[in-house]
């Protein structure tokens, strides 16, 4: 699979480089703020995401300074592990308070609840900086991944937490599944769904 010149394959040297990319795009979320309470919070837990388990487990592919994604392929676990929740508990607590502490919690049960059961890719997130919006850089970063779904014949997976990237995420193939909400009061996520463009034996 050839890969475009400028994207990279974040490692543990550049993982604090597509966290602060991802945690910047992600400052506006509306269910991220919902569940973190500001963006600080949120920064901080994208970064700590990346380390323990996108990158460290996953395909998170980035452009310096532009855009990043985090994937996981279907063999990966997508548990977090007990110190980012400690680490993250603490962050929260500090910085918005408990009642975002219990939101969190609320979220991520949610989220591991409604996740399908078949293998699959699965998309965390895309994330462009401001800067870096409107040139098709986050349509580019997906495809990239999407690909090496379709030749290894899997679906792909995420939720939809911004009504604003429906489009661009049916233009990839993307059908929405029913709705869900982790708690009263929290915006709406659009689990999304995309079989294979390719039929190939798995492997």
Same mark, same amino acid.
């Given at each position: 699979?050839?890969?475009?010149?400028?994207?990279?394959?974040?490692?543990?040297?550049?993982?604090?480089?597509?966290?602060?990319?991802?945690? =910047?795009?992600?400052?506006?979320?509306?269910?991220? *703020?919902? @569940?973190? &309470?500001?963006?600080?919070?949120?920064?901080?837990?994208? #970064?700590?995401?990346?380390?323990?388990?996108?990158?460290?487990?996953?395909?998170?592919?980035?452009?310096?300074?532009?855009?990043?994604?985090?994937?996981?392929?279907?063999?990966?676990?997508?548990?977090?592990?007990?110190?980012?929740?400690?680490?993250?508990?603490?962050?929260?607590?500090?910085?918005?308070?408990?009642?975002?502490?219990?939101?969190?919690?609320?979220?991520?049960?949610?989220?591991?609840? =409604?996740?399908?059961?078949?293998?699959?890719?699965? *998309?965390? @997130?895309? &994330?462009?900086?401001?800067?870096?919006?409107?040139?098709? #850089?986050?349509?580019?970063?997906?495809?990239?991944?999407?690909?090496?779904?379709?030749?290894?014949?899997?679906?792909?997976?995420?939720?939809?937490?911004?009504?604003?990237?429906?489009?661009?995420?049916?233009?990839?193939?993307?059908?929405?599944?029913?709705?869900?909400?982790?708690?009263?009061?929290?915006?709406?996520?659009?689990?999304?769904?995309?079989?294979?463009?390719?039929?190939?034996?798995?492997?």
């Amino acid at each position: 699979m050839s890969h475009p010149p400028n994207f990279q394959l974040a490692d543990a040297s550049t993982a604090d480089q597509i966290g602060d990319i991802i945690g =910047h795009a992600f400052a506006e979320d509306p269910v991220s *703020l919902w @569940a973190c &309470g500001n963006a600080r919070v949120i920064h901080r837990g994208l #970064l700590e995401l990346g380390h323990e388990l996108y990158v460290r487990h996953g395909m998170s592919w980035f452009v310096p300074d532009a855009g990043g994604t985090f994937w996981l392929p279907p063999s990966a676990s997508k548990e977090t592990g007990l110190r980012f929740t400690a680490i993250m508990a603490q962050v929260i607590l500090r910085h918005s308070g408990p009642r975002y502490a219990v939101r969190a919690l609320q979220m991520d049960s949610c989220f591991h609840k =409604h996740r399908p059961k078949t293998p699959h890719y699965y *998309l965390f @997130a895309v &994330g462009v900086l401001p800067a870096a919006r409107g040139r098709g #850089l986050g349509k580019a970063l997906i495809s990239h991944t999407l690909r090496e779904a379709d030749e290894r014949g899997f679906p792909t997976y995420l939720e939809n937490s911004n009504p604003a990237n429906t489009y661009l995420y049916q233009s990839l193939g993307f059908t929405p599944l029913p709705r869900i909400s982790p708690a009263p009061g929290c915006p709406i996520v659009t689990p999304m769904w995309r079989e294979p463009r390719t039929t190939q034996p798995q492997r």
